[in-house]
């Protein structure tokens, strides 16, 4: 079982930028990625952005395309959102998907508690 802790969410006025990070432990080799998930308030969880674990392949969601960035250093991965809108308010999860191009988590994943980005107008 894959065990996350994301951290780096906060307060951020309209316009502004946050870097999210998330400590990954317990991934096997593989073709595994790891990617972000948020969820706004009363709405489902969804899909932001991954990335390969053994590789540099990058995916992201439409919606974030042009705005978002993620990368990752040794067994953490970050999201650096630029331009944040009162509506991308949400709490952010990232767990490992089976590679780069899945938008649904693996089975060998677990969900963390998440991080709150609470974007103000």
């Known amino acids: 079982q894959v065990n996350v802790v994301e951290s780096g969410g906060g307060l951020v006025p309209a316009g502004g930028s946050l870097t999210l990070s998330c400590a990954a432990s317990g991934l096997p080799f593989g073709s595994y990625a790891m990617g972000w998930f948020r969820q706004a308030p009363g709405k489902e969880r969804e899909f932001v952005a991954a990335?390969?674990?053994?590789?540099?392949v990058r995916n992201y969601a439409d919606s974030v395309k042009g705005r978002v960035t993620i990368s990752k250093e040794k067994n953490t991965i970050y999201l650096q959102m630029n331009s944040l809108k009162p509506g991308h308010t949400a709490v952010y999860y990232c767990?490992?998907?089976?590679?780069?191009?899945?938008?649904?988590?693996?089975?060998?994943?677990?969900w963390g508690q998440g991080t709150q980005v609470p974007v103000s107008s």
């Open positions: 990335i390969g674990w053994s590789t540099t």
């Open positions: 767990n490992v998907l089976p590679h780069p191009w899945a938008t649904r988590p693996s089975t060998i994943g677990s």
